[in-house]
């Protein structure tokens, strides 16, 4: 059974940092992608960024690109979002995807975690 855990959300002020943690168990070698997607109050699940676990290639959607950094420990099984200067417009559920590979379409994604809630205001 696939489980895919995030952790580490929370209320931080405007220019703060957070880093979000997905620990992922039950996947078989070919599910390579890890990804985050967020979806804000009123608004579409939009994709953030997501790694191949194999090759540590990252991709990161144009409005978090020198902001967000995933990175992956494969023998914890678990990826990791460092969010720096976040604005309030970051302000969304956070949800960890895995899937073959990197997609930035949610509709390709076979599995989900619950969500984290990020919320960025003073």
């Known amino acids: 059974q696939v489980q895919l855990v995030e952790s580490g959300g929370g209320l931080v002020q405007p220019g703060g940092s957070l880093r979000l943690s997905c620990a992922a168990s039950g996947l078989t070698s070919d599910y390579d992608a890890i990804g985050w997607f967020r979806q804000a109050p009123g608004k579409e699940r939009e994709g953030v960024s997501c790694?191949?676990?194999?090759?540590?290639?990252?991709y990161y959607v144009d409005s978090v690109k020198g902001r967000f950094t995933m990175s992956r420990d494969n023998a914890e099984n678990t990826v990791y979002l460092q969010m720096n200067s976040l604005k309030p417009e970051d302000t969304a559920v956070y949800y960890c995807?895995?899937?073959?590979?990197?997609?930035?379409?949610?509709?390709?994604?076979?599995?989900w975690g619950q969500g984290t809630q990020v919320t960025v205001s003073s």
């Open positions: 790694i191949s676990r194999s090759e540590g290639t990252t």
């Open positions: 995807v895995a899937d073959v590979w990197c997609s930035w379409s949610k509709e390709e994604y076979d599995y």
